[in-house]
């Protein structure tokens, strides 16, 4: 599977790098297969002069699928935690889809 790490307007290091790495590893080890996957750090600044770190995370999947999640906290490893979560929620919410689709007519009768 391919990655990619990307930071905008800000700088990552490289510990946080290699953790957005093993996340997005077990990730997609969890979904069914995923064919890319994409983490992209970036700081926004807002009107009140605060400034937040978000964490955005692509898992691509096949037949076009496209899963995205968004994280936003006071630093990038809490947003990358928050993205993770919410990435993982979406992941389990398929997988219970696909059980469902291919459950055996005759067992509900």
């Known amino acids: 599977m391919l990655m990619t790490v990307t930071a905008r307007h ?4 490289d510990d946080l790098r290699a953790r957005a790495e093993q996340i997005l590893d077990r990730l997609a080890h969890h979904a069914s297969r995923a064919v890319d996957g994409t983490i992209v750090f970036d700081m926004a ?3 009140n002069h605060t400034s937040s770190y ?4 692509r898992l691509h999947l096949t037949r076009g699928e496209i899963l995205v999640a968004h994280g936003e906290a006071e630093d990038h490893r809490t947003a990358l935690d928050r993205a993770e979560d919410k990435l993982r929620h979406q992941l ?11 459950k055996d007519p005759s067992s509900l009768a």
């Open 54 to 57: 978000q964490a955005e995370l």
């Open 45 to 47: 600044d807002h009107k």
């Open 92 to 102: 389990e919410r398929q997988l219970s889809r696909t059980r469902e689709r291919h």
């Open 10 to 13: 800000c700088e990552i290091a």
